[in-house]
């Protein structure tokens, strides 16, 4: 089995180097990509997967801030295909989201993508098809800037992290609709139970029992889909291959880490190593320094690590802790160093139901900090939840004044519905279920800082509130209750400056993706709020973004969980 | 009869078909407007029973095929006696999303026993109740103005990830008594037990089980007269099936 991946791999690198942008040319450089579908074997898995230029991931597409590429992709496939740039700046038609911005590639066609970059940074493409971004159809993305990078480096990896399975995306929806818990492993059982009553007494086990009885829910409900059935991947290699970046000590190696895959957040390390993070989402930021940082589908991060020895582990272990992705920064190939040991697996709590935890105590390590209100419209604690549509005036944010806000609360009880979360939070200095108090600095949302203010200094002028709804048992997902399919498009008027608040209803992250415009971040940093292209929700929290709608079309919207998306938590969002 | 037990077959057959059908379909692409269809199939007991002198297979199962909102349920519990004869309960339904937790369905029954098979409309209810119990109530109507109910319980309890255990109760109700139909006014039948299973896969976990079983007034008496008892325990062993 290694030996497969071995040669495949080769096979990877060598149509890679067929790849590399032609250059020179007046009409810029370019790209060509042929999509095929063939079986490969990673590790202990051979399954049909959905190959660019024969290789998983895709071949890197490198290019330079302010060139025009154009970058054909050839169908060679018996289904439609399509590509994404995930966080690249493109008009609406050639941003590769198949019945909104285009018609989608068909079997045997070519399509050519033109446009021109405005941005530089670390980015990555992916399909927009079916599940076919599961099966292998990802790559990265580079960006040179015109003028340099910010910070110096000497050498460079990157670090494309991915799940990969034998088991089909129809038919992991398939198991994900009849039982939701299929892949949980972790469920409570007689065991938890007798270590519960051994560790908080009879009378607490059975009262935490009685409230996760009375909502219906799972604190074990972490993953929907977990290392049951996904291995995970780094550049395409499981942690038994160990991918091995090479570089020297005491070099700065920049390792451009994203998050390819399809349903897995990781929590990535180098033991030994401080993280020194430069960029997120492709934006430069004040560098920070970071033993850790939490990273949800779709997004990426740049840091810059000092190699102190001749071999450190790169180690991302998934949300749920059911499994890993490893690889090795060494001085010379075959080297290894000591691989951690999976933290333990966290649970969920009645605060991340958005419940009042008070009533429900002794969930140590997961609890809202007192009157934390760091940001400049917190305090909107979400009453009784009321149904319909309605417009009202906001009070409280602080600079711009009272704001028009649309807001559609979901309904409680609707079929799309399981929770509604009654008490929120918006503070953004929590790093996130299972990673608080491990002793490790953690990155989190408030420590994103800007290196450059934003370009446009405009306050909002409306803001619109979205509620991040599921009901898990039937596996269905969506806004404010409403799947994709029972909604109209969210409508932006060109230019106009607005500002998005999402709240999650629900008890799991969602990293929410808007395409061709940027969310900007709303944290403490004033106008050095961070530019990213997806942003992770926590459970019971709410968090807002600006936006500028500065590119007309229609944009897809919606969570990057890829089972979440297909079934309903997306929206189009129309610039006009 | 036999017309009706082998349209009864085909259909669960045809239901069972479906999901490998459905699979073929990809959750729907980014932008497919239309709600994806999905197609399940579950046998929860498959049961091989001795007793009375007479060795009957039991299959209790369901099977469905639709949107998030509306779905064609068919429901069987059936026992194939050495003969071939099939008896039981046959349900096709169609189900509709009521609410978070619970789905409402309306369709066809049909009862077959030995000496008769009775038809009613069905109505009722089923989803997850708080404490994730199970439940599915449901009331028929006949002909001749007989009515009928069905309640049925249950709930897994995890003794690991793998070994599950499933208590569960089940009762019928009848308006009337009806000796050809083996069956009491008031109270008819009830099973109680449980299940333990090991979960080879989500897919395939054989189990044993211990279940009480009951039949009263009538019920009781035809039962009796077909020289089996009206109250007994039983030892079950039995594969419970997901397609």
Redesign the interface.
Known sequence: MRNLTRRFMLGAAATLLGVAPGSGSSAGPSAALTIERRKIQIGRRRADAVLVNGSLPGPTLRFREGEVVSITVTNRMDQ?T?IHWHGVRVPSDMDG????SFH?IAPGETFVYRFELHQSGTYWYHA????QEQEGLYGAFIIEPADGWAEAFEREHIVMLSDWTDE????I???L???PD?YN???????TFAADVARQGLAATLADR?AW??M?MSPTDLADVTGATYDFLMNGQTAEANWTALCRIGERVRLRVINASSMTFFDVRIPGLKLRVVEADGNDLVPLEVDEFRIGPAETYDVIVRPTASAHTIFAQTLDRSGFARGTLATSPGLAAPVPALDPRPLRTMADMGMDHGAHGGHAGHVMPPGAAPNAHAGHATGAPANGAMDHAAMGHGSGGPLPVTENRPSA??????NIAETTWSDLDRPGIGLAGNGRRVLTYADLKARLPGADPRPPSREIVLHLTG?M??Y?WGFDGR???DTGPLELRVDERVRITLVNDTMMEHPVHLHGLWSELENAHGEFRPYKHTIIVQPAQRVSFLVTADEPGAW?FHCHLL?H???GM?RTVLVA | MTLRTIRVLLCLLALLAA?AR???????????????W???A?IERLEGQVGAGRATVRLDGHAWIGT??DRLWFKTDSRLGPSGAIEGRQELLWGH?????FDVLGGAHVDISRDVTRTWLAFGAQG?A???IDVEAFAYAGDRGRFAGRLRLATD?????DLVLQPFVEANAYSRSDLAGGTAAGLSDLEAGLLLRYEVT?GFAPYIGLAYEARYGDAARSARAEGEQAQRLRLLFGLRL?F
Do not use: C, W
């Not at chain 2, 309890?157 to 990830?161: K, V």
């Open positions: 439609p399509s989201v198949p019945g909104l989608g927009h098809t079916d599940g089909t995306p129809a038919r929806v398939h198991n609709k009849t039982r299929h492993r972790g469920q409570r059982t007689l065991g009685v009885g009375e219906r009880g609707a079929v799309g519905v399981d009901n048992q039937r269905i799947r994709m399919e897809a089972y998306m297909a079934l997306m | 999901p459905a699979q073929t379909m990809a959750p729907h692409p980014a932008m497919d407007m239309e709600a994806p999905n197609a399940s579950e998030d909102e999303a009521a609410s978070t937790f997850m708080l404490h994730f309890l995890a003794f690991t990830q989500r997901a």
